[in-house]
C-alpha cells in the first residue's frame, strides 16, 4: 500500500505507537487536576510535553495551550480576537486561499457582529499578492482588526510569504494569525523567529493522535476562553486535558525534529517525480510549480481526465490519494482555491493531491509515476468529461 494522503491525515507515527503501546500497559490513568500523586504525575508529563514542544517549535511553554485540533483553534483565535476588538476596528484582511474553517469562522463574524472581510490577491501560482496586501493595509490602516493568512495551504503545499506578512502586519499595528496546520510538522517553522500572533496545530496532520491538538499564542493575556472550563490549561481552555493525546503530540513534535533533515531527500524526489511526469505526460499541469511549496507535495492535473476517476484507478492498486481535499473529495468541481488562483475548471476538475512525507523514500515516488502514468495513458482513451 502506498498512503499518500498526509494532508489529509497522517497515519500514526511509529513512535507515537510505540509510546502508546507502553503506555497503555502502564497503570497512569487519572484526572491530572487531581491532587492525588497519580494526578500530578500526569500533571507533571502534561508540563512536560508542553515544553518539549516549546522547545522544538521555537516557543515558550506558556505560549502553548492544548486543545481538540486546529479547527478548534481557529475558532477560538479568531473568535477571541474579534470579540475582543474595539468598535472602530471591524476589517479582518484574509486570503481566499484559507481552509474552510478560516471562510467560515470569519463569515460568521460578518454575519453577526459586522465585520467586514477583505480578501487579498493571488498569483497564479498561488501566492498572496504583497503589493496588494500592502494597499488593503494602507487602505484599512484606522479599522485593522486582524490579519489571517494561512502558512502552507493545504490543497497546493505552497507556502506564504508569512515572516514578510508579520512585519507588514505590525508595521500597521495589528495582530497577524497564520492557521500553521500543515507546515507544522511538514516544513521547518519557528514560532518566535516567524513573527506570527497566533498559530495552530492539529495532531492527525503530524502522526500524533486524531482529536489532539494546540495554539500557539504570542501574548496569552489577548485570549478570552471559548471553552469554558475551570483551571485547565490556566483558564484559557476547559475541560479535561486529553493527556494521552498531549502526550503523542509532544512525541510527533520531537519525531519530526529530529527527521527534518529528510525533507531535501523527499524534495529531490518528488522533483524528479514532477519532471518525469511532465516528460512522458506532457499535458500535466502542476499547480503552484512556480512557488515554494512543502516538499511532499503535489497537486497534479491531466486535463480531460477527471481527478476522481484518476483516484479510483490509483485505489485499484493500492494507492491512496485525494482529489483537492479529502473534504471536498466528494465534490467533482474546481475548488475555491484552485478558481482564487484562476485555475480553469478543465484542469481543476481533473485534479489529485498527493501528499507524503518525510517517513516516506524516493522509490515510493517512483512507483507512484509508474501507476499514474499508466492510469494516465489508460483513462485518457475515455475522456471523462
Ligand atoms: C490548513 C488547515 N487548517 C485547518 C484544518 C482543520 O483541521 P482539523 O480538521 O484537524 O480541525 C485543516 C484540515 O484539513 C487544514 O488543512
Not at 91 to 117: A, C, D, M, W
Not at 173 to 182: L, M, R
Not at 358 to 369: F, G, M, R, T, V
Amino acid at each position: 500500500m502506498l498512503y499518500a494522503d498526509y494532508y489529509g491525515s497522517a497515519p500514526l507515527l511509529d513512535s507515537v505507537k510505540e509510546h502508546l503501546r507502553k503506555r497503555l500497559d502502564s497503570s497512569l490513568f487519572a484526572n491530572p487536576n487531581a491532587l492525588h500523586s497519580l494526578g500530578q504525575k500526569l500533571h507533571q508529563g502534561i508540563e512536560k510535553c508542553r515544553s518539549m514542544i516549546a522547545q522544538d517549535l521555537g516557543a515558550h511553554p506558556d505560549q502553548i495551550y492544548f486543545n481538540s485540533g486546529a479547527s478548534e483553534g481557529v475558532s477560538h483565535i479568531i473568535g477571541s480576537v474579534l470579540i475582543n476588538a474595539p468598535k472602530d476596528k471591524r476589517v479582518v484582511i484574509t486570503s481566499p486561499v484559507e481552509h474552510v474553517v478560516v471562510l467560515n469562522t470569519l463569515k460568521f463574524y460578518e454575519q453577526k457582529f459586522g465585520f467586514r472581510i477583505v480578501y487579498v490577491g493571488i498569483s497564479p501560482d498561488g501566492l498572496v499578492d504583497i503589493h496588494d496586501f500592502e494597499s488593503l493595509l494602507n487602505k484599512h490602516k484606522d479599522e485593522l482588526a486582524l490579519i489571517t493568512i494561512m502558512a502552507a495551504n493545504n490543497e497546493t503545499g505552497v507556502i506564504q510569504p508569512y515572516k514578510e506578512i508579520a512585519k507588514l502586519s505590525h508595521q500597521y499595528g495589528v495582530d497577524y494569525f497564520s492557521d500553521t496546520t500543515q507546515l507544522i510538522g511538514k516544513g521547518d517553522f519557528h514560532f518566535e523567529e516567524s513573527g506570527i500572533d497566533y498559530g495552530v496545530c492539529s495532531g492527525h496532520k503530524i502522526g500524533a493522535l486524531s482529536g489532539s491538538g494546540f495554539i500557539l499564542v504570542k501574548d496569552v493575556t489577548k485570549l478570552t476562553p471559548y471553552i469554558f472550563g475551570s483551571t485547565q490549561e490556566n483558564g484559557v481552555r476547559g475541560g479535561t486535558q486529553n493527556y494521552l493525546g498531549i502526550e503523542t503530540l509532544a512525541v510527533a513534535v520531537r519525531d519530526f525534529t529530529q527527521n527534518k533533515n529528510k525533507l531535501v531527500q523527499l524534495e529531490a524526489a518528488r522533483k524528479e517525480f514532477e519532471a518525469r511526469l511532465k516528460k512522458e505526460v506532457p499535458q500535466s499541469v502542476i499547480i503552484g510549480e512556480g512557488a515554494p511549496r512543502l516538499a511532499g507535495t503535489t497537486l497534479i492535473g491531466f486535463p480531460g481526465v477527471h481527478g476522481q476517476a484518476v483516484l479510483i484507478e490509483l485505489e485499484s492498486h493500492n494507492i491512496f490519494v485525494t482529489t483537492s481535499a479529502a473534504c471536498s473529495d466528494n465534490e467533482p468541481e474546481t475548488s475555491a482555491v484552485l478558481k482564487a488562483m484562476g485555475v480553469s475548471d478543465q484542469i481543476g476538475r481533473s485534479v489529485i493531491r498527493i501528499s507524503l512525507s518525510y517517513q516516506n523514500e524516493p522509490k515510493d515516488y517512483a512507483y507512484l509515476a509508474e501507476k499514474l502514468i499508466s492510469t494516465y495513458n489508460k483513462l485518457n482513451r475515455i475522456h471523462s468529461y
